[in-house]
Nanobody, 124 residues
């Protein structure tokens, strides 16, 4: 058995950055590739990136450039660095692991990206 716990989500302004972490515990020696996915409201879950136990990475085409996946095997943790965030990046972000051929999912962490805002001036 293996458990995955994500952290690092929260509220961020458009243009900002966040770093998500996913800590694995349990029978970690049987974990192969790990990855990050996300699910926006009303949409299907989509792949962001995966990383092998050896550190090889693969990104979904739409995620190349602003997202970086990395892994610290000594700490049994995988990270997702997200830069230049946009309101469309608002979603629940899930960690995934290939555990001896089975898929294991974390509970997810919510990322909310707010727009820059616009000033409204009312004069009488």
């Amino acid at each position: 058995q293996v458990q995955l716990v994500e952290s690092g989500g929260g509220l961020v302004q458009a243009g900002g950055s966040l770093r998500l972490s996913c800590a694995a515990s349990g029978s970690i020696f049987r974990i192969n590739a790990m990855g990050w996915y996300r699910q926006a409201p009303g949409k299907q879950r989509e792949l962001i990136a995966v990383i092998s136990s050896g550190g090889s990475t693969k990104y979904a085409d739409s995620m190349v450039g602003r997202f970086t996946i990395s892994r610290d095997n000594a700490k049994n943790t995988v990270f997702l660095q997200m830069n230049s965030l946009k309101p469309d990046d608002t979603a629940v972000y899930y960690c995934n692991a290939d555990y001896a051929g089975y898929e294991v999912w974390g509970q997810g962490t919510l990322v909310e990206v707010w727009g820059q805002g616009t000033l409204v001036t009312v004069s009488s």
